[in-house]
């Protein structure tokens, strides 16, 4: 990042499109996340992770890390930091997907939290990261809500 060169990186382990991404910290170290999006032709909520920088500063052997899928199957969605998790909301399909949900490094699941869209057929997002200097810690509360799957498939 410093040298002004641009070097390719390693490639996601599934050919996705119409996903989300962002860069976010966890535990000193940074990292990019990919989720959602398109596998082929059906959406999909898995979740991909690539350490970008350790806790000491060196930049390890990048791989993308296969990590808890989300709750929700989404594509076109918000990815960003809320508090100190990474959350996902909007986004289509619309079934449920005003529910955010977030990934909780401590667990390493993915918990849906009260936070809720207000407007329920506003679903695209575009987040702006912003450096924690001057930002008050964010109470998160999580919510009992679980997604009810229907046993037809």
């Not at 898995?46 to 709750?71: R, Y």
């Not at 699941?109 to 009260?114: A, K, L, N, Q």
């Not at 001057?134 to 046993?151: A, H, L, N, T």
Request: glycine content about 8%; aromatic content about 14%.
């Amino acid at each position: 990042v410093h040298t002004d060169e641009v070097e390719h990186g390693p490639s996601l382990n599934k050919d996705r499109y119409a996903h989300s991404c962002t860069r976010f910290s966890k535990n000193h170290e940074e990292f990019i996340a990919v989720a959602g999006g398109f596998d082929k032709y059906a959406v999909c909520n898995s979740v991909e992770f690539l350490k970008i920088c350790t806790a000491d500063g060196t930049i390890p052997q990048m791989h993308w890390e296969v990590v808890a899928s989300m709750n929700i199957r989404r594509y076109d969605f918000g990815l960003s930091v809320y508090g100190k998790y990474l959350a996902a909301f909007g986004g289509e399909p619309t079934i449920e997907s005003e529910q955010t949900e977030v990934y909780d490094p401590d667990t390493g699941t993915w918990r849906f939290v009260e936070a809720v869209l207000k407007h329920k057929n506003r679903h695209y997002f575009s987040t702006v990261a912003v450096p924690d200097l001057g930002i008050e810690e964010i109470e998160v509360k999580f919510s009992d809500y679980q997604i009810k799957f229907d046993d037809s498939g």
